[in-house]
């Protein structure tokens, strides 16, 4: 069984900075694509930002430049940092994960449970 546990979520004021965790445990074998997405009040899931095994990195328009993705394989853990936080960054915020559990070639889509990031003053 495989569990993704994200960490580093808060209240935070406008222009602060947050840095979120995903820690991957469990039955894996190895990890690809890492990310993060976010999901807004009365809005769909969006992506923020992947990172493959390989340090390739891919963000929304809307974070590049504010938000840095990063991993360390070692430890099979995702994070990111978030600078310079809008009220509009205010979200839940979910990492996900492509994982192979057996030498098999076969990938399952792994999600963890959320974080809460709100912005506010």
């Known amino acids: 069984q495989v569990q993704l546990v994200e960490s580093g979520g808060g209240l935070v004021q406008p222009g602060g900075s947050l840095r979120l965790s995903c820690a991957a445990s469990?039955?894996?074998?190895?990890?690809?694509?890492m990310g993060w997405y976010r999901q807004a009040p009365g809005k769909q899931r969006e992506l923020v930002a992947t990172?493959?095994?390989?340090?390739?990195?891919n963000y929304a328009g809307s974070v590049k430049g504010q938000f840095t993705i990063s991993r360390d394989n070692a430890k099979n853990t995702v994070y990111l940092q978030m600078n310079s936080l809008k009220p509009d960054d205010t979200a839940v915020y979910y990492c996900?994960?492509?994982?192979?559990?057996?030498?098999?070639?076969?990938?399952?889509?792994?999600w963890g449970q959320g974080t809460q990031v709100t912005v506010s003053s």
């Open positions: 990172i493959t095994s390989g340090g390739a990195t």
């Open positions: 469990g039955s894996i074998f190895s990890i690809n694509h």
């Open positions: 996900n994960a492509e994982i192979r559990i057996t030498a098999a070639p076969y990938w399952y889509t792994y």
